[in-house]
């Protein structure tokens, strides 16, 4: 029996649950930009997963992974507020949120820090949500 990736169903979780939300979609232009690697061509307000890691963190018996992930916002030229109100929003969706995980359950989901920042040879403005979980293996 092959076991599905935590890191996957983690980020199908986030999808499904950010997928619907009319007012994100609206701040990011109509619909849910969230990518795996930035869109050739398309402009902001976009969002990428960032850096993830799951590591093993079993508990009596108890398969299951603690995760680090970050997600990316990108602005819109000239405005750092776009990346701010979508990460804010996003972060007000997942902070303890319950989502239905494909293969795993969800411990938990605590976002842990909400960034703004600016490249320095682009200029360009984007906004970092660092979040925290834990999944387990469904059984």
Same mark, same amino acid.
């Given at each position: ?22 007012p ?27 850096? *993830? ?7 009596? $018996? &108890? +398969? ?5 992930? /970050? =997600?990316?916002?990108? !602005? ?5 507020? *776009? ?7 996003? $972060? &007000? +969706? ?5 989502? /239905? =995980?494909?293969?795993? !359950? ?12 600016r ?5 360009e ?15």
């Amino acid at each position: 029996m092959t076991r599905s990736s935590p890191l996957l169903a983690l980020r199908a979780g986030l999808l499904a649950r950010l997928a619907g939300d009319a007012p994100l979609a609206a701040l990011m232009g109509g619909r849910l930009r969230l990518y795996d690697e930035p869109p050739r061509g398309a402009a902001p307000v976009y969002a990428l997963f960032g850096p *993830s890691e799951a590591s093993d963190d079993a508990v009596e $018996g &108890a +398969r299951r992974h603690r995760h680090a992930f /970050a =997600l990316t916002v990108f !602005a819109k030229p000239g405005s750092a507020r *776009s990346a701010l109100e979508v990460a804010e929003h996003i $972060g &007000a +969706r997942l902070d303890e949120a319950d989502l /239905a =995980l494909s293969g795993h !359950a969800l411990v938990f989901l605590r976002l842990k820090s909400l960034a703004a920042l600016r490249d320095e040879r682009t200029g360009e403005a984007r906004a970092t949500l660092s979040f925290e979980a834990v999944t387990e293996v469904a059984v």
